[in-house]
Nanobody
């Protein structure tokens, strides 16, 4: 059974930082593309950051230079370091694992609220 469990969300002031974690089980971690998506209020879910192949990464334009995705293969965990947070970053953040057959697995999400 595949499980992706996110943690690290919360309420933070603009300009501050948060680090999200996603612990994966039930998959061969290194054989899945790991990524983070988010869904803001009234918006569609969007890709925030992901590993494209190996250690290569991609970011949406809205977070480039502020967010960093990383992973620990030994611990089957992927991270999202979010710096210089803005109110528009407020969203539920979802961990995603995509197999080479394009099967998507999702966590339940963790809420990030950026507000003063």
């Amino acid at each position: 059974q595949v499980q992706l469990v996110e943690s690290g969300g919360g309420l933070v002031q603009p300009g501050r930082s948060l680090r999200l974690s996603c612990a994966a089980s039930g998959i061969i971690f290194s054989m899945h593309r790991m990524g983070w998506y988010r869904q803001g209020p009234g918006k569609q879910r969007e890709l925030v950051a992901a590993f494209t192949s190996g250690a290569d990464t991609m970011y949406s334009d809205s977070v480039k230079g502020r967010f960093t995705i990383s992973k620990d293969n030994a611990k089957n965990t992927v991270f999202l370091q979010m710096n210089s947070l803005k109110p528009e970053d407020t969203a539920v953040y979802y961990c995603n694992a995509r197999s080479r057959y394009l099967t998507d697995y999702w966590g339940k999400g963790t809420l990030v609220t950026v507000s003063s």
